[in-house]
DNA sequence: CTTCTGACA
DNA sequence: TGTCAGAA
């Protein structure tokens, strides 16, 4: 996994075609987890910047960002989602930055649903039939 | 020069 | 959401 959190603002601007004033805003709605470097400025990543798209397609398609919010902070799982789906709500840098620090505060239950619905995703693809014949478990 | 934050229209 | 001010 490569989290490059290097995107300056500028970039992200010229690449989702958001203005600053947006992506600062969806910054604080917690749509997006850009680091925080040199002169505290905003460092965003590929993910990023795919969230920023998905919320520009989202945002033309007539949704309110809190509808926009819901959609990316607590995808539903019930939905028929495809693989691509989930590359498209790309969370591995979050999952990276907060997976190996003290995750305890951030990240209320999106990581979760993302992550079920990954694990469900697998579930199926992979149609694990793992029947334990012996009962022997650790 | 570019970005950041807070605030106003 | 755009834009201004003051600071970094």
Do not use: C, H, W
Not at 4 to 25: C, F, H
Not at 51 to 77: D, F, H, M
Not at 90 to 97: G, L
């Amino acid at each position: 996994m490569k989290s490059d959190k290097n995107i300056t603002m500028k970039e992200a601007k010229r690449r989702t075609g958001l203005s600053s004033r947006q992506i600062r805003y969806y910054d604080e709605q917690d749509l997006i987890f850009p680091e925080r470097s040199s002169g505290n400025q905003r460092l965003f990543s590929e993910s990023d910047i795919k969230v920023l798209e998905k919320i520009k397609e989202l945002l033309a398609q007539g949704n309110s960002i809190e509808t926009i919010r819901s959609k990316i902070t607590a995808p539903e799982i019930e939905e028929d989602l495809s693989e691509d789906d989930y590359q498209a709500l790309d969370y591995d840098d979050s999952f990276n930055k907060y997976g190996g620090a003290d995750l305890d505060s951030l990240y209320p239950v999106s990581n979760r649903s993302a992550l079920l619905k990954k694990l469900s995703l697998i579930n199926k693809t992979k149609s694990p039939e793992g029947e334990s014949k012996d009962g022997k478990k650790d």
